[in-house]
């Protein structure tokens, strides 16, 4: 069964820098997502994109974050400057309309930031 | 708005007891779609239901069963002879409109569920 990677699992990195984080959707679908889980917490959503812009995004998602669908396939979200609190599993998940499981958003396994 | 309530945050059961985790959901539209994943330890997000506000119809499938009950706003999971195996978090979420957009999911807070040996 096709299924959306992501990479890397886990990433360790200092306040302030810059983090990609990187998604492979299922080929056929349309509609992209970014969600966060701070640790113990409940799933957030971050950004909904289709048609190679933003559909919808939540207030979390201010002018640090950016996502880009860069070259077809991948699906990536881009940290400028790291904080603390943008500590957390980020999944990624797509969709599409059709097909035998239409409107259910497959999930990545997720990669957990680290910000030291 | 949306929101989903999962007013349980942890059950603890033995093996073999049936449990049954509580989902209480608001929207304003009257299509939506609720859905359920199940969250083990190693953090992935497992699917296992979906359900749109237009069927009612309950659904069983093995251990698993959900209660979809417009009148009271809930949407509720069973699961029959629990197994250690099932210990997970398990998060209720709603998805507003037709389905035919980028619609997002709002999830609850999860339970979490620990079935002890």
């Known amino acids: 069964e096709p299924e959306v990677t992501q990479t890397p699992s886990h990433q360790v990195t200092q306040m302030g820098q810059e983090v990609i984080l990187r998604c492979v959707p299922i080929?056929?679908?349309?509609?992209f997502y970014w969600y966060r889980q701070i640790l113990g917490q409940k799933v957030e959503f971050l950004v909904s994109?289709?048609?190679?812009?933003?559909?919808?995004k939540s207030e979390i998602f201010d002018d640090q974050f950016s996502v880009e669908r860069p070259d077809g396939s991948n699906f990536t979200l881009k940290i400028r400057s790291t904080k603390l609190e943008d500590s957390a599993m980020y999944f990624c998940a797509s969709k599409t309309f059709a097909g035998p499981r239409p409107n259910e958003q497959f999930f990545g396994p997720g990669t957990r930031l680290t910000v030291l | 708005a949306q929101k989903v309530t999962q007013a349980q945050t942890e059950i603890s059961v033995v093996e073999k007891e049936d449990v049954t985790l509580d989902c209480v959901y608001e929207t304003r539209d009257t299509t939506y779609y609720l859905f359920w994943y199940k969250q083990p330890p190693s953090g992935e997000l497992v699917f296992l239901i979906r359900r749109n506000s237009f069927d009612e119809q309950n659904e069983i499938s093995g251990r698993y069963s959900w209660n979809f009950q417009k009148s009271t706003s809930s949407f509720n999971f069973t699961i029959t002879a629990s197994q250690v195996v099932d210990s997970a978090v398990y998060f209720c979420?709603?998805?507003?409109?037709?389905?035919?957009?980028?619609?997002?999911?709002?999830f609850g807070k999860g339970t979490k569920l620990t079935v002890n040996p």
């Open positions: 080929s056929n679908h349309l509609y």
């Open positions: 994109f289709y048609n190679n812009e933003i559909s919808e």
């Open positions: 979420a709603l998805s507003e409109g037709t389905q035919g957009g980028s619609e997002k999911l709002v």
